[in-house]
């Protein structure tokens, strides 16, 4: 076999017919370029493995658990053979020229670290999370306490036109094996929440671009496999993951009262979530 251009990661845990649509949809475009698939599974038991054993003996399989999404995405480092490495979701369904096109995208086009295509839902609108703005104190004040996200979506850009973001989603995220090596991959210490966010601050960080292509498109089943993440109070972690991303990227960038100021803005949307989450 050739040596694969493209690694595709899927994390996988009791997703099996999600799964089986995601891989079924990779197999329709193995012919576009040479690419490997590997799931990481969490110790599914809803016969994922024997699944794909069954229908896919194509695709390689690292068995969990798997701490994270982290961590679970990290477990393959040392196993793609890839220049190129996609983080895709197992709730996700993949069309013809979209692997094709994005990675030629990305050869055409120096100074791009991570691209994504344009994720729509199930209904046809568009996934607003495949282009974000970093979550800055002004951003996040204004998604999260006045209702606003036109800044932190991008809604002011047409969502069919190729432009430059900031955040790009983990459930289409290509990048250059190259360049995840020298970010040291996902940060673990994320345990639910924010990956995505951090992989492309460090990304960014470098020098790179961090582009949204919407000339090619996936479905998108959005939270089909977040909601199989058993006995987790996700939006409490998804709070503690902001909480992560202030200290560890934003902290410099301001003075010392303004980010007491903020990090009291995080835990008083911790309390309301937690007063809420004991109320239903």
């Given amino acids: 076999m050739n040596t694969p251009k493209l690694s ?14 995601c891989l079924n949809s990779l197999k329709k475009v193995r012919g576009e370029l040479v690419f490997e698939v ?14 794909i054993r069954n229908e896919f003996d194509w695709v390689k399989v690292i068995t969990g658990p798997n701490i994270s999404y982290s961590n679970g995405n990290n ?22 020229d979209v692997l094709k096109k994005t990675v030629a995208y990305f050869e055409n086009h120096d100074g791009v670290g ?6 729509v839902l199930p209904n046809g609108k568009l996934d607003k999370d495949s282009r974000r703005r970093f979550p800055n104190p002004w951003n996040a004040f ?16 047409d969502e069919n036109k190729t432009h430059e973001v900031d955040v790009i989603q983990g459930a289409f995220f290509l990048t250059k094996k190259k360049i995840l090596d020298e970010v040291n991959w996902f940060d673990e210490k994320y345990e639910f929440d924010g990956e995505d966010i951090d ?3 460090q990304i960014k960080k470098l020098g790179y671009k961090i582009v949204y292509y919407p000339e090619v498109s996936i ?16 939006k409490m972690q998804g709070i503690d993951s902001m909480e992560y991303f202030v200290r560890k990227n934003l902290w410099d960038n301001y003075p010392l009262a303004f980010n007491y100021f903020v990090l009291t803005g995080i835990y008083f949307l911790k309390f309301l979530r937690l007063l809420k989450s004991k109320l239903i």
Wanted: aromatic share 10%; net charge positive.
């Fill in 199 to 201: 992989l492309c601050f």
């Fill in 8 to 21: 595709v990661v899927i994390l996988n845990h009791n997703t099996k017919d999600l799964l089986f649509d």
């Fill in 142 to 157: 204004n998604r999260l306490f006045l209702n606003s996200g036109r800044n932190y979506w991008y809604l002011n850009i």
């Fill in 219 to 234: 479905t998108h089943i959005k939270k089909a496999t977040k909601n199989k993440v058993e006995g987790v109070n996700r």
């Fill in 114 to 119: 991570a691209l994504s295509c344009k994720l």
């Fill in 38 to 51: 590997i799931v990481s599974d969490n110790d599914s038991n809803d016969g994922s493995l024997e699944m």
């Fill in 75 to 96: 477990r393959a480092r040392d196993i793609v053979k890839g220049e190129y490495v996609l983080f895709l979701n197992s709730d996700t369904v993949v069309y013809k």
